[in-house]
């Protein structure tokens, strides 16, 4: 298996356009997460979906932030409008089905928003 | 609700030096316990992990031990490398499906 595939690697965008970021969870997972990382806040839990259902978004900063998984082998991270402050590293995980919830992740979205 | 809190980084050491890591928790039940690492430019990836009290977790000469009297689950390695450098993460999951992180600490070694 090719891991978690997350894209693109980087996205540099001027403030108020929309902003899609795309992951590919590892086949049969069925927990998807996304996190943002920056130097001052660490990483922070955006959002988490079980079997594609969103079950906890409280991490969402703002209603300008918006995800979906529309099936067990696609999720978009959107930003409309973005803003300077939403600059940071998006990274996806996934999880198996297990009880103890090991998390493999994407090699992370570097988005810059300028 | 559940937390991790680790220890501000970031930690310097010599090559060969002994390797602490203190993290403690907070949380219900009994958590499963991990330490993930990141490496320069990349994701995390899980290092080690334990599930139940008493548990040692170990791997690449890293272990940390599951103690539930005193919640943590410091990290330890005896003799750290220069390629040990990146920054170690400890989590945990508990009863529903969240993985909860800590704020990370940046490890430098000096060759």
């Known amino acids: 298996d090719a891991g978690v595939i997350q894209s693109p690697r980087h996205e540099v965008t001027e403030m108020g356009q929309e902003v899609t970021l795309r992951c590919k969870p590892i086949s049969g997972h069925n927990s998807l997460f996304w996190y943002r990382q920056t130097m001052m806040r660490g990483l922070e839990l955006l959002i988490y979906?079980?079997?594609?259902?969103?079950?906890?978004d409280s991490g969402m900063p703002e209603d300008r932030f918006s995800a979906k998984m529309p099936n067990a082998s696609f999720s978009t991270l959107k930003i409309q409008p973005s803003e300077p402050r939403d600059s940071a590293v998006y990274f996806c995980?996934?999880?198996?089905?297990?009880?103890?919830?090991?998390?493999?992740f994407g090699q992370g979205t570097r988005l810059t928003v300028v | 609700g559940d937390s991790v809190t680790q220890m501000e980084g970031p930690v310097t050491l010599s090559e060969e030096a002994f390797l602490t890591i203190n993290c403690t928790y907070t949380?219900?039940?009994?958590?499963?316990l991990f330490w993930y690492v990141q490496y320069p430019g990349e994701g995390l990836q899980l290092l080690l992990k334990a599930t139940k009290a008493d548990d040692k977790g170990s791997n690449k000469g890293f272990e940390a031990t599951y103690r539930k009297e005193t919640t943590s689950f410091h990290l330890e390695k005896g003799s750290v490398q220069v390629s040990d450098s990146a920054v170690y993460f400890c989590a945990l999951t508990n009863r529903d499906d969240k993985i909860i992180f800590g704020k990370g600490t940046r490890l430098h070694i000096l060759p």
């Open positions: 979906f079980n079997n594609n259902v969103p079950i906890d």
């Open positions: 949380a219900t039940g009994y958590p499963s």
């Open positions: 995980a996934s999880s198996p089905t297990q009880r103890v919830k090991e998390a493999f």
